[in-house]
């Protein structure tokens, strides 16, 4: 009976080391999470910065958006696809419309809309995910 006590003590306790370390992963380590002051439509994408933003095979790293630039292509892709939440919005690195914006309907679809310097949606593309 000691024994069998003793071998579920290790295990929860590895079950929470496991269970730490890897909300500690998905925050990046912050124990508050991210928040992003866009609204509440918008949820943390890829980390601060460059790192973690897609690579097109042109080589040209995908960048945050931010300011004006980001609110007009939020706000022409959630028109165009009749509401969502915004994910991200970013530079496009392979299609060639300078922006893009990451859109996830509420039934799960997830919506890459591309929109050019004008702020006019030029493409939805359905994501495919492996």
């Given amino acids: 009976m ?17 269970g730490i370390a890897g909300v500690s992963a998905a925050t990046g380590g912050d124990a508050a ?8 439509d918008q949820r943390p994408g890829p980390p601060d910065g460059d790192s973690g933003r897609h690579v097109g095979a042109n080589g040209v790293r995908e960048k945050a958006l931010s300011g004006d630039v ?9 028109d165009k696809v009749g509401g969502g939440t915004v994910e991200r919005v970013e530079t496009d690195a392979d299609h060639g419309s300078p ?10 679809t997830e919506l890459e809309v591309l929109v050019n310097e004008s702020f006019s949606v030029t493409a939805v593309n359905q994501m495919q995910h492996p």
Avoid: M, Q
């Avoid at 999470?33 to 509440?40: D, L």
């Fill in 2 to 18: 000691t024994r069998t006590i003793a071998i579920a003590a290790v295990c929860a306790a590895v079950g929470t080391a496991g």
């Fill in 99 to 108: 922006y893009e914006a990451h859109v996830r309907r509420a039934d799960g």
């Fill in 70 to 78: 980001a609110a007009k292509v939020r706000a022409a892709a959630l």
């Fill in 33 to 40: 999470g991210s928040s992003n002051s866009a609204g509440a």
